[in-house]
């Protein structure tokens, strides 16, 4: 083994170490870029793959993957031309309504975005629109609650990718809406905290369309070797800003066409542990 292979998977395990201990402890820790060169975005999968491998090893199950930075504002924010993504696991989602105990995340913001469940998956790496679309069995409205267990979201693209592109926990609605019902690309979103607007797009906001975004993902899993699989659920990307939650705040998304989604958290810090109804 080479110094330089040696000197990367150090690297590797170190930040992943220091992004569990954060996500462990509830105390956030110091930005992980600087154990990598500059802009390793690929090292930093690496980091996302071993602590995604650390989790199932404990027990929790792979159900999908969210894509971030589908937004051009953000992307030009952090010096990217393209999206990025993360993986969901089981215990990741909350019920619709669902009460979050505050202490089980660091530093809690919610975006709302189109969540799409698949019915087949997509191996080929030159997949299509019409393959996308043909693989989806439904869309619903969701909520993702975004987290960074690193400090005061001090993060750049690197940073973000290792600690699973900022994933946290993820919430559906009841009503899945198949495609044939329903455009993507015009559907409007409006989300409230405690009643009051806080964020507001479109389907275009994202990528141009989720459909769009889905695709991305697709190509880029199956060229990986990882494709998306039956059963899957994608979130495909805020449709709008996000919004910072705090104890006992109430977050609720309407997305035209699609139908209402919305969240709980608990008032007051509470022990980190299991989401519940």
Known sequence: MNKFVHDSRAAVRKAADLLADAA???VPCSP???LFSTGDVEIAY????????RRVAAGHRLVGRKIGLTSAAVQRQ??????????????MAVPGNGLVPFGRLLQPKVEAEVALVLNAGLPNARCTIEDVVAATEF?????EI?????TGWDITLVDTVADNASS????????????DEVDLRTVRMSMSRNLDVVSGGSGTDCFGSPLHAALWLARTLADLGDPLKAGDVVLTGALGPMAAAAPGDVFAASITGLGDVSVRFAPGATVKGETSE
């Open 146 to 150: 975004v987290d960074s267990r690193i």
């Open 46 to 53: 690496a980091v996302q793959r071993l602590n995604t491998d």
């Open 24 to 26: 462990a402890s509830g």
């Open 168 to 179: 946290g926990l993820y919430v559906l609605g009841e009503r899945g809406v198949p495609l």
């Open 32 to 34: 992980v870029r600087n």
């Open 139 to 143: 869309a619903v409205p969701a909520l």
């Open 78 to 91: 952090l010096g990217v031309d393209q999206p990025d993504f993360g993986t969901l696991l089981s215990d």
